[in-house]
Antibody, heavy 121, light 107 residues
Framework: EVQLVESGGGLVQPGGSLRLSCAAS????????MNWVRQAPGKGLEWVSY????????YYADSVKGRFTISRDNAKNSLYLQMNSLRDEDTAVYYC??????????????WGQGTLVTVSS | DIQMTQSPSSLSASVGDRVTITCRAS??????LNWYQQKPGKAPKLLIY???SLQSGVPSRFSGSGSGTDFTLTISSLQPGDFATYYC?????????FGQGTKVEVK
């Protein structure tokens, strides 16, 4: 079964740090680019970051650039998001999603179940 | 950044209704457009990719059309499990922006 499972979310104070993980199974993780997408409570979807299959290409949303770092370990079938200098507005459910398809920019499938990050004092 | 605008933001419909959701891009994105369905407390699910291709396992009552700046998601006959929020997404450029969502509610 194709599966992505996020972990590492929790409550953190403003200015703090957190590291999210996404464990992949059921597909050849090393062949897929990956993304992090977040959703603030009651709000829509916001793309956060992208990493290519070999880690050679990385992109960030302006809202997290300089504070978040995406990485992956293909030997461990795992994706990571290191989040530093967290702000109240980073409170959200964070999803990892595989970038599938080789044309028209691809599409996000599958998605993990999400992990909740709450930034509050 | 490319802005994606969906309309309406919400709609009320009954089982069996034909439902149409529109997504407009702030610039031409060819067919670099995907549609997702999200139910409360769940992850988004891919419905349509490349504007009009139906994802495997998705019922044929869902269809997508359009190219350039204007796109449409149509549900030909709304079923009980289709009450959800729908998002469009462009993959023409980074950041991969989403529309604000369209919530389909029970009338």
């Amino acid at each position: 079964e194709v599966q992505l499972v996020e972990s590492g979310g929790g409550l953190v104070q403003p200015g703090g740090s957190l590291r999210l993980s996404c464990a992949a199974s059921g597909f050849t993780f090393s062949s897929y680019s990956m993304n992090w997408v977040r959703q603030a409570p009651g709000k829509g979807l916001e793309w956060v970051s992208y990493i290519s299959s070999s880690s050679s290409t990385i992109y960030y949303a302006d809202s997290v650039k300089g504070r978040f770092t995406i990485s992956r370990d293909n030997a461990k079938n795992s994706l990571y998001l290191q989040m530093n200098s967290l702000r109240d507005e980073d409170t959200a459910v964070y999803y990892c999603a595989a970038n599938s398809g080789s044309y028209y920019g691809g599409w996000f499938d599958p998605w993990g179940q999400g992990t909740l990050v709450t930034v509050s004092s | 950044d490319i802005q994606m605008t969906q309309s309406p933001s919400s709609l009320s419909a009954s089982v069996g209704d034909r439902v149409t959701i529109t997504c407009r891009a702030s610039q031409s994105i060819s067919s670099y457009l995907n549609w997702y369905q999200q139910k409360p407390g769940k992850a988004p699910k891919l419905l349509i990719y490349a504007a009009s291709s139906l994802q495997s396992g998705v019922p044929s009552r869902f269809s997508g059309s359009g190219s350039g700046t204007d796109f449409t998601l149509t549900i030909s006959s709304l079923q009980p499990g289709d009450f959800a929020t729908y998002y469009c997404q462009q993959t023409y450029s980074t950041p991969r922006t989403f529309g604000q969502g369209t919530k389909v509610e029970v009338k």
